[in-house]
């Protein structure tokens, strides 16, 4: 998943990695106990941010597997959650990473992206290399607003990032301060709910995959300068 930040020389695009570190063949004998390891030098807000992400994925999980099997799915949300094994969540150890290393980061905008590339690991649906978040995400999968947008959106659209998801709370803000060809030229994408970047990200990941005929997107964006501090 793609997060954003910014540094001392403006905004940048930050990589997300997650994987699955206790398992087994098949996946599903994982035999951790659903550890989470954070690491890439993040400050304590940021590895807070971390265990909200996934303590919100383990609540929507569990909500919607405690309800009875036969029951009809009501929504692609719901569909997206119980396609997520509960067992995995607890069984699997995970490794979330954030790559430039040798930068120092903080800040609590990784959320949305970390929430992201979460279920995109436990669900294997697709997230498109194109799509980029930011915003801090509360226990109930609230999306706060964070600061820093307008220099993040510039940073995206430079990285060939074609959509950016963020708060709401930010939308006023952000677009007087942006020139209009940004604006023009990007697709903004302002949410309440955590539930409104999946509906628009794995929609778009399903059809990044159909038409690339190839499940796995790798995204490689520019190398983060060894600039002071981050904050996302």
Do not use: C, W
Request: glycine residues 8%.
């Amino acid at each position: 998943a793609l997060g954003l930040a910014v540094t001392a020389a403006g905004g940048d695009v930050l990589e997300i990695e997650s994987t699955i570190t206790s398992s087994s063949v098949p996946i599903e004998k994982a035999s951790g106990s659903g550890k989470v390891a954070i690491t890439g030098q993040l400050g304590k807000v940021m590895q807070e941010s971390v265990s909200a992400a996934v303590a919100q994925l383990k609540a929507r999980v569990n909500a919607v597997q405690d309800r009875a099997m036969n029951e009809v799915i009501s929504s692609p949300i719901e569909s997206i959650f119980r396609s997520i094994d509960p067992k995995l969540l607890t069984s699997a150890d995970v490794h979330v990473h954030f790559p430039a290393g040798a930068v120092p980061k903080d800040g609590p905008s990784a959320g949305v992206a970390v929430f992201l590339a979460l279920v995109s690991l436990f669900s294997g649906l697709p997230i498109p290399p194109t799509i980029a978040t930011t915003g801090e995400i509360t226990l109930t999968g609230q999306v706060l607003p964070v600061g820093g947008v307008r220099d993040k959106v510039l940073a995206a659209q430079r990285a060939g990032v074609d959509t950016v998801i963020m708060p709401r709370a930010n939308a006023k803000t952000l677009r007087a301060s942006l020139p209009l060809p940004v604006t023009e030229s990007m697709d903004l994408v302002f949410i309440d709910h955590v539930d409104e970047a999946l509906l628009r990200v794995f929609k778009s990941g399903a059809h990044y995959q159909a038409q690339s005929g190839d499940s796995r997107v790798v995204v490689r964006p520019p190398t983060m300068t060894t600039a002071p501090r981050s904050a996302l």
